[in-house]
Nanobody, 116 residues
Framework: QGKLVESGGGLVQPGGSLRLSCTAS????????MAWYRQPPGKKRELVAA????????NYGASVKGRFTISRDNAENTMYLQMSSLKPEDTAIYYC?????????WGQGTQVNVTS
């Protein structure tokens, strides 16, 4: 079974920056498209950003476009989410997701709290 583990979450001030990482094991990482999702308290899960298997294509949710950058390092089996200009509404549990044909894996989530 594939396993995804997020790291880098925590508390950050509004306007600050944070970088999340997702490391994968048990999968051929370079075959998988990857994505970050988040779920704020009391709200539905939403797509934050996605990146193709070879990293040549990305897309972003409207609320984070221009502030967040998704990237991946296939040599390290790791995906990143660089978050800047953070807002309180970015507070959520952030989840790492991997997908390839019928395969899909989810990380356990990491909490991001944007507060002063």
């Amino acid at each position: 079974q594939g396993k995804l583990v997020e790291s880098g979450g925590g508390l950050v001030q509004p306007g600050g920056s944070l970088r999340l990482s997702c490391t994968a094991s048990g999968i051929t990482f370079s075959s998988y498209g990857m994505a970050w999702y988040r779920q704020p308290p009391g709200k539905k899960r939403e797509l934050v950003a996605a990146i193709s298997a070879n990293g040549d294509s990305t897309n972003y949710g409207a609320s984070v476009k221009g502030r967040f950058t998704i990237s991946r390092d296939n040599a390290e089996n790791t995906m990143y989410l660089q978050m800047s200009s953070l807002k309180p509404e970015d507070t959520a549990i952030y989840y790492c997701e991997a997908h390839y044909t019928f395969y899909q894996y989810w990380g356990q989530g990491t909490q991001v709290n944007v507060t002063s």
